[in-house]
């Protein structure tokens, strides 16, 4: 019998390991978005969109279809997927793996103001007037609409349902390479970049861009991983080692009662 798998999904990560189980008997697995990108990227598997209605929802699910292993490999700021995982297998165990790429790293050259929150990002841009290019995505505007001294270009796959004021959209979807970067902050007298430390190699050129133009970095941190105590977890860095792990979970049939 195939290991029944569920990705919870939204990263290149997901994507990869989509790719590299797609068409292997040993794996019948399904691909989760949360349904947030209007033309999601392409899947070899098959797909479902949309939240399960919270753990309880997600464990129901995991009973329901009777999942053997549950990847969670989601954007590292979706921070409320990666806890009902974890509260979904504590009500229905499965064993867990989370996939966690490493955060970007401050290089010599960096000018990063690192904060905890958007919030916080906001509110360090200061009360100077500044121009300033926001890449945070769309749903985390909030906070500079009420730092309105600053002139804002927001970078962001699909529209957003609302702009800080006099902010001007830019509609664009990695991966981006550092000239087309470093050309967009010159372009646009850009003086200061806002990003999530979302790590990874798709958005990743902006910060060599930064440097090398010796732009200021408002730089959000990473939020932190859920409680795991007493749970058959595992994390992971990459896409490579969450495909070992699923190896494994396959050819471990008697733990999963087969
Ligand atoms: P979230 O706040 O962690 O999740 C909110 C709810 O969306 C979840 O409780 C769940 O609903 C549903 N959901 C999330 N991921 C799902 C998945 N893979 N499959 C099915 N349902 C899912 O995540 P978010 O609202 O998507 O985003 C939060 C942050 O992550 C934002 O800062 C966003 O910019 C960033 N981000 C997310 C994605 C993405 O693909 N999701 C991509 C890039 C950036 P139920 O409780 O109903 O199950």
Redesign the pocket.
Known sequence: MPLKVLI????SEASALANAIAGDAQFDALL??????QAPAASPLPRRS?????AQ??ADYLTAERIDALIVA??P??????R?AVAAVRVRPTPLLIVDRPPWTHRPGDRWTSVPDMAAAARALGETPRRVLLT??R??LVPFAAQAQHSYLVRSIDPPAELPAGAEAILDRGPFAEADERRLMADRGVDVLVT?NAGGLATGAKLAAARALGLEVVMVGRPRLPELDGLDVQVVLDADQALDWLRHQARSPTERGV
């Open positions: 919870l999904g939204g990263s989760s978005l949360a349904g947030r990108t949309g939240g399960f209605g919270g929802g997600l989601t954007h700021f979706a921070v409320q997927m990666r009902n945070v995505g749903q985390d999530k």
